[in-house]
């Protein structure tokens, strides 16, 4: 089944105890936190409180994507609320292998995002020791943006490339997710969905996830 998680960068955040009781009830189990640092992306989110407050909460899994410059200065904190992954931006570290060992050691599972941009090929020396890709279907930095469709192709292209790895590869797509454009991914590899304001703003959001949970991805058919 496909993981939907929704972005708490667009819930509200005055009920967010009540926002998060909508995923529980929508049949999910995880959510999706944005990291924002105002640096790397032009916009500033939210931080480890954010993240404690997700963590107190505790009927809910997470993952962390840290759109942040030297992500090296955030993970170590991070693990310690345990989140189920921690994705960090290629275009953000010079030293991405080392990083990636570094999330491993702490005992979370290691992520890449890769902007729109940037070709899955520079993924290539890593691929083997990554749990999951992220791959922006927007430029990152806000919610509410349109889906870039020639992210399809890439997706596919790092779903191909994840068939020479011995154990399974995670295909996380975030930015402008609907039912159509999740659908879309879906078909093309993605394994995890994030959805933010389509998630949030539907009028029955349990409708809303379990027809984006419904498709399978490439190869699993």
Request: with cysteine; aromatic share 8%; net charge negative.
């Amino acid at each position: 089944m496909i993981v939907v998680s929704p972005s708490v960068l667009a819930a509200d955040l005055l009920f967010l105890h009540e926002e998060f009781e909508s995923v529980v009830q929508a049949g999910l189990d995880s959510v999706h936190l944005d990291i924002m640092d105002g640096h790397f992306v032009p916009n500033l989110s939210y931080g480890l409180n954010m993240v404690h407050a997700v963590k107190r909460y505790g009927q809910l899994k997470f993952d962390c994507h840290l759109m942040v410059t030297e992500p090296e200065r955030y993970i170590v904190d991070l693990a310690l609320m345990k989140p189920e992954f921690i994705t960090v931006h290629y275009e953000a570290t010079n030293h991405l292998h080392r990083l990636i060992y570094r999330i491993k050691e702490l005992g979370c599972q290691a992520g890449v995002s890769i902007n729109p941009a940037t070709s899955p090929e520079v993924l290539k020396y890593v691929m083997p020791d990554l749990d999951m890709v992220l791959v922006m279907t927007v430029n990152p930095g806000f919610g509410g943006q349109q889906f870039i469709s020639t992210m399809l192709p890439k997706i596919a292209a790092i779903s191909e490339m994840a068939v020479s790895r011995n154990r399974p590869l995670s295909i996380q797509v975030d930015g402008g997710i609907t039912l159509e454009s999740g659908r879309a991914a879906v078909r093309e590899g993605a394994t995890h969905l994030v959805a933010g304001a389509s998630f949030f703003q539907s009028p029955d959001r349990a409708v809303f996830a379990r027809a984006l949970q419904q498709d399978r991805p490439r190869g699993l058919e």
